[in-house]
């Protein structure tokens, strides 16, 4: 059994466990909110005393969420499939549990890099009994793939119920069956023709590029950005999306788009991050940015009384501001990194303040991961660990540590080709601090920079929070293993069968957060034919006393924005490690 401490729980909150109806333990103020019962069966119910709480078991050791699968459906005469994929939660209803927001994938979900139709990308809403609360369909005017789609999800408000927010189009469906913008407008390249204005059939683009290369781009037509109602899936307001894919409007030809963003067919336009910030340290903002590779545009919205309207637009393109092009990441992250009270937003290799202008730029250039926490307990504030691709830019540094507040470079390591993959977090407990290591160096770091022997875990993907103590264990894929720090090796502590994990060799959970129990991380993973959810959670007893993870703004706001472009995974404004 385990149960969440609160940040509003008072201090040294005692807790009472009942089964069936009988005390079985008291929990002492300084005591963890976790508890073996060794009598306990798969028909025992659980309360506590403190809570108007209930429980009861997992059987088989998760929790099973139905899922209701889509149709098959065809594009351009092509046959697809959905998948579930990523997922994110909210208190839709304001009944203080989490409800579990899943995005359906068709199978000819398509990159940026790549031409050709895809299916439309499904969002549905669903309680964690799995009962499906509503269904919105994006339509044929929102490309699928990993750089289209980020929904937020978040008490934009204050009602205490949560809303979802992302970019939508013409023919966008939303829970309630209503269109937004025009129902019959489809804005798709077609095969074999050029229908951009400037251009009248050319067989050859502009570049060399063959006009089939736009086939099942959307390269035209209106954008919006839509906050969708997390009870019934309506849409509440909807404004046009900033920037448009040009300033002098929402129809740019080809060499428009090739000299505004570095190309002339959607690979830099329409690769989008989206988050949520506190930009006045008090009401949430919606972060909806396009563009990272060479132009940079963060646009934050508020959400009040109803309306969207935007707060600031930052353009690495408005004079003064060039230094800040092409340090944009595949995700972002939010912290307070200057100690004012407000949110920033963390770009990449670039911080926007949070009045909207530019805080510092690295110069680094793009990345494909990116982890922002209090890392090195011993340094003031937060810092920044990155990995970098463009080598001329970042200086032939493969990865590196930042000071967050102003970006000075802290340690790095070398590298003479891209770096794809790394992480920081805490798995060795002799040294102090996170452990930093990258997929294209065979040594382990320290927060220092010093090399510790023995080389690093096979993996650089995500970390979770799941055994007992503090360190945190690895998470690739579907498997959580634990490091080994006196063998150098791992320990597999689960690998579920019948599951799978989301976006190919990126490989990540459709969650990773701690939703349930106490301050330990949940597993959301689909099955292997996406006619369920499961939600794992650790069965392993604790003695830490920690208060949920999710009443820490930094980790909060890291769950919402983890479906983000290349998932990343949430930490913490604190350092959570060993003591």
Do not use: C
């Amino acid at each position: 059994m385990s149960w969440r401490l609160l940040a509003t729980d008072g201090k040294g909150a005692r807790f009472t466990l009942y089964r069936d109806g009988k005390a079985i333990a008291k929990i002492g103020g300084a005591q963890a909110t976790s508890y073996l019962d060794k009598t306990g069966t798969a028909t025992s119910r659980y309360a506590l005393a403190a809570r108007d709480a209930g429980a009861v078991t997992w059987t088989n050791g998760y929790l099973s969420i139905p899922l209701d699968k889509p149709a098959d459906g065809r594009a351009d005469g092509e046959a697809y499939s959905y998948s579930a994929n990523d997922a994110s939660v909210g208190d839709l209803d304001g009944d203080g549990r989490y409800e579990l927001i899943v995005k359906w994938y068709p199978s000819i979900a398509k990159d940026n890099a790549f031409s050709g139709y895809t299916g439309a990308t499904l969002i549905d809403a669903y309680t964690l009994e799995g009962k499906k609360l509503w269904r919105i369909n994006l339509g044929p005017n929102i490309r699928s793939g990993a750089h289209y789609t980020q929904f937020m999800v978040y008490d934009l408000d204050g009602d205490g119920k949560a809303e979802i927010a992302m970019k939508t189009a013409d023919g966008t469906v939303d829970g309630a069956n209503r269109m937004i913008g025009d129902p019959h407008a489809n804005w798709t390249s077609r095969d074999g023709e050029v229908d951009i204005q400037d251009r009248t059939g050319a067989k050859v683009l502009p570049d060399g590029r063959k006009v089939s290369e736009l086939k099942g781009r959307i390269l035209k037509g209106p954008e919006y950005l839509t906050v969708f109602d997390g009870m019934t899936g309506r849409a509440l307001a909807t404004a046009p999306y900033a920037p448009a894919r040009d300033p002098s409007g929402d129809n740019p030809g080809y060499d428009q788009m090739k000299a505004t963003w570095g190309d002339g067919y959607g690979n830099r336009s329409e690769r989008y991050l989206a988050g949520v910030a506190y930009l006045d340290g008090h009401k949430p903002n919606l972060i909806f940015g396009r563009g990272y590779y060479a132009r940079s545009t963060v646009a934050a919205w508020d959400y009040r009384n109803g309306k969207l309207s935007m707060r600031w637009l930052f353009d690495s393109a408005t004079p003064g501001n060039e230094k800040y092009g092409g340090n944009g990441n595949h995700q972002l992250s939010i912290a307070d990194v200057d100690g004012d009270g407000r949110d920033e937003v963390f770009y990449g290799s670039m911080v926007i303040d949070d009045n909207g202008k530019g805080l510092w730029s690295s110069g680094l250039g793009h990345g494909d991961a990116m982890h922002l926490s209090d890392l090195d307990p011993t340094h003031p504030g937060l810092e920044k660990f990155g990995v970098h691709e463009v080598m001329r830019m970042s200086g032939n540094r493969g990865a590196a540590m930042l000071d967050a507040r102003t970006g000075a470079i802290l340690w790095s390591t070398p590298a003479d080709k891209d770096t794809g993959r790394g992480i920081a977090i805490d798995i060795d407990p002799r040294h102090p601090g996170a452990e930093a290591w990258a997929s294209n160096s065979r040594e382990l770091y320290d927060v220092k920079g010093n090399v510790i022997p023995g080389g690093h875990p096979r993996a650089a993907n995500f970390g979770i929070w799941w055994d007992g103590d503090r360190l945190r264990e690895l998470l690739d894929g579907k498997k959580i293993t634990k490091w080994d720090w006196n063998t150098a090796s791992e320990q597999v502590l689960l690998d579920p069968a019948g599951v799978v994990s989301n976006n190919g060799t990126k490989a990540n959970p459709s969650l990773s957060a701690d939703i349930l129990g106490d301050w330990r991380e949940e597993l959301v993973v689909p099955s292997a034919d996406s006619s369920e959810m499961r939600i794992y959670t650790t069965p392993i007893p604790t003695g830490e006393r920690i208060v949920t993870l999710m009443h820490d703004p930094v980790y909060r706001l890291g769950v919402a924005w983890q479906n983000t472009a290349y998932n990343q995974p949430p930490h913490t404004s604190y350092f959570l490690g060993a003591k």
